[in-house]
């Protein structure tokens, strides 16, 4: 019964609009489609080695693998190049929460120039800030084909989750050899 009605008053609704329609229909404008925008992309911080080039915002994905990361730019070209030779702790080292620990990232002048202590310093970069100075000086002056090892006091956050710091060596503006951290609770 109630499917009877519902039929008949869309019947009558269908009638009663095609009599008000012209019989002829009227031409309209149509507006021209329009460049509709695409969402763009977020971009997400990650690091790589920079070798000589200005600090940019964003980075090319990072490597997982401590020991493999290299420079992108042939040794003789770049002044400040580097190669990470050892990490510690390892990347996914679960800490409690508020412990304090010391990274430690030993890496090897590539470049063409001496890494001197009046004009590098090995500074926080972007990421969490899990650090308790942002900036330290060189120890001494590392020259080409040398390594240093550059330490880190830092403490754990005292939330649960995943953390990540990147830390460069910078002279003057020019950020280059970033290196990264990242760490669980718990």
């Not at 580097?82 to 990274?103: I, M, R, W, Y």
């Not at 990147?166 to 951290?181: K, Q």
Request: proline share 10%; aromatic share 8%.
């Amino acid at each position: 019964m109630f499917e009877t009605i519902v039929a008949a008053t869309a019947g009558a609704a269908q009638s009663q609009t095609a009599t008000v329609i012209p019989s002829t229909p009227t031409p309209s404008w149509t507006p021209l489609p329009t460049h509709t925008p695409s969402l763009t992309p977020t971009l997400t911080p990650t690091f790589h080695f920079s070798l000589g080039a200005s600090r940019t915002p964003t980075r090319p994905p990072t490597s997982v693998g401590a020991a493999t990361r290299t420079s992108t730019a042939s040794e003789s070209d770049a002044p400040d190049g580097c190669v990470l030779v050892s990490q510690s702790p390892e990347d996914g080292s679960h800490f409690d929460p508020k412990k304090n620990f010391t990274a430690s990232w030993k890496v090897k002048n590539t470049g063409s120039s001496t890494w001197d202590t009046d004009s590098v310093d090995f500074v926080y970069d972007s990421g969490d800030k899990m650090h308790k100075k942002q900036l330290y000086d060189l120890p001494t002056d590392i020259p080409v084909g040398q390594s240093v090892t550059l330490n880190v006091s830092m403490l754990a956050p005292k939330s649960d989750g995943t953390y990540n710091t990147v830390w460069s060596l910078r002279r003057g503006t020019t950020y280059f050899c970033h290196v990264d951290l990242t760490i669980r609770v718990p």
